[in-house]
């Protein structure tokens, strides 16, 4: 079992910046890939941003240039990094993390871009 708390996020403004974390507990060892999604309201889930345990990582094109993902193997936490948000990128995020036993997921965290 895998268990992922996710932080950050809240009020910005367009064109504005913000941090996610996620940080991840149990059998931690076995996870090879983590990644970020995200659901709008009204709207499917959808893949934001992974990044795999040799550091390789790939981003959907909506957000290629302005979101970075990273990971600390040693805590073991991975961050996401915005920047230019656009009132589109208004969401819940969510942290996903996979191992041979299948796919876990946090509770999500808020991300609202408005003025």
């Known amino acids: 079992q895998v268990q992922l708390v996710e932080s950050g996020g809240g009020l910005v403004q367009p064109g504005g910046s913000v941090g996610l974390s996620c940080v991840a507990s149990g059998s931690i060892s076995s996870i090879y890939v983590m990644g970020w999604y995200r659901q709008a309201p009204k709207k499917q889930r959808e893949w934001v941003a992974t990044?795999?345990?040799?550091?390789?990582?790939n981003y959907a094109d909506s957000v290629k240039g302005r979101f970075t993902i990273s990971r600390d193997s040693t805590k073991p936490t991975v961050y996401l990094q915005m920047n230019s948000l656009k009132s589109d990128d208004t969401a819940v995020y969510y942290c996903?993390?996979?191992?041979?036993?299948?796919?876990?997921w946090g509770q999500g965290t808020q991300v609202t871009v408005s003025s």
């Open positions: 990044i795999t345990n040799s550091g390789s990582t």
């Open positions: 996903k993390a996979m191992n041979r036993a299948g796919a876990y």
